[in-house]
């Protein structure tokens, strides 16, 4: 676990030098090449849902919080999700560098809290396989592949590494966009407790007022082994994402809100079906 730390400060302070090195008045491009603009100018200009994850290539650093409700009367603060730096590499290629969750969870009665990183999604890597800019086609289809690591305390680690290929779309008609994906979720071990699971999400915007995109996004899981096998959970999730703010000449800020309940399966104690009731969602983005 420490020697994931140490490398996501590793980076962290090497991106940081590195601009620090250069003349304040110089463009991020100088640091990281062109293939950003590249990217964008090939693809809609839609904002990054709260929840279902974008398939567009990002070029940012990405930081949320998630306050969870579970049936049995946990509480679950999860700080960051797994999110991180996003870095456009090609015209058509998105690396993630992830970082640690942390969890900070209460206790259910008769049992203790407790509070550690969970497992590390520390790398996705994406390709975009086709896309056309707003004022052409207005669609994206890209794909990519994520590997956790299970680096998580004893209490939350699911103690398998885990592979998610992930298929992603979306298409823009004016002031709205639908924005999706489906995903096969595969435990390299333990899966007759985790599960093999099938993840869709999709998310509705509305772009107003030049900043603010307002959503309403679907999230469903299905599990077809394991201790969940052949339940389903699906979520709503309400909310509204306001940006791109700009806080110098090539830095950006996004922020955003929303609440995300159950809507089904009803109430199970064990195996605890859905995983949380409801959820506050907030979401900080500063792209460059």
Known sequence: MFR?????????????????????????????????????AAQPAWSSPLVTTTGLLEQRFRFDVERQSAGNGARTTSLDGGRGFDLIVSGSNEIQIGLPPYEIRSAVPGASGVAGFGDWPFLRIEQRLASSPGNAGNYVVTTWLQVQAPTGVLRLTSRAWTYTPTLAFGKGWGAVDVQGTVAV????????VIGDQLQSNLAVQYHVLTVLWPELEANWTWYSNGQRGGLNQLY????????????????????????????APDYRPKPLTPASQHAWLFTSRVNF
Not at 185 to 192: D, N
Not at 237 to 260: C, E, H, I, N
């Open 185 to 192: 979720v595969l435990p390299a071990s333990h899966a007759a």
């Open 4 to 40: 994931h730390l140490a490398l996501v400060a590793l980076i962290s302070s090497a991106a940081s030098n590195a601009c620090a090195a250069e003349d304040a008045d110089a463009p991020l491009s100088a640091l990281f090449g062109n293939a950003a603009e590249s990217a964008r």
């Open 236 to 263: 709503l999730t309400a909310g509204v994402v306001a940006g791109r703010f700009q806080l110098t000449r090539d830095l950006r800020l996004t922020l955003g809100g929303g609440y995300q309940f159950a809507v």
